[in-house]
């Protein structure tokens, strides 16, 4: 049996999906990370991180600095990561250089989320570009879908005219 399609009020064709109200509800939603309005110093936020970071690994924290060792190429040791995340070490500040593989060794992101954040941008993680490519691919189906609307529309208004 075949389908029937939907009748569409030709009145209603101009209105706003209702998803597409809920989704513009909020634009600055995504304007400001989380982290920028955070009141405790960025140094805090880091140590809180890394702690949570090797905490929910799974691994001890020699098992960290080993596999950031193999990873790096340079001894670390869990000395120095219990230095970079003590509250009492202020002057020990993990290098950039081995945030990376802090964050691959531990498989958590929040660090870097927390530093990208810190510069008043956000942090895509390689996973969730195809997500962003597909809403831009989304995105210009939907506009295309207006124009050929829009389209429809004249022609269909210059054949009654010719008529």
């Not at 660090?111 to 997500?131: F, N, P, T």
């Amino acid at each position: 049996m075949a389908r029937r399609k939907a009748k569409i009020d030709s009145g209603m064709e101009n209105q706003i999906s209702l998803f597409d109200q809920i989704e513009e509800i909020n634009p600055w939603k995504f304007s400001a990370p989380d982290y920028q309005v955070e009141t405790k110093p960025l140094q805090g936020r880091i140590r809180e991180a890394m702690n949570e970071a090797m905490k929910n690994s799974g691994l001890k924290r020699y098992e960290v600095a080993g596999r950031m060792s193999e990873h790096l190429g340079i001894e670390i040791t869990d000395s120095m990561l219990n230095a970079y995340t003590a509250e009492s070490k202020e002057g020990h500040r993990m290098p950039a250089e081995f945030i990376p593989a802090f964050c691959l060794q531990t498989k958590d992101y929040k660090l870097l989320e927390i530093l990208v954040a810190a510069a008043g941008c956000r942090m895509v993680k390689s996973d969730e570009i195809y997500l962003l490519e597909l809403g831009r691919v989304q995105q210009a189906q939907k506009t295309l879908q207006q124009k050929e609307r829009q389209l429809q529309k004249e022609w269909e208004r210059l054949r009654k005219t010719a008529r």
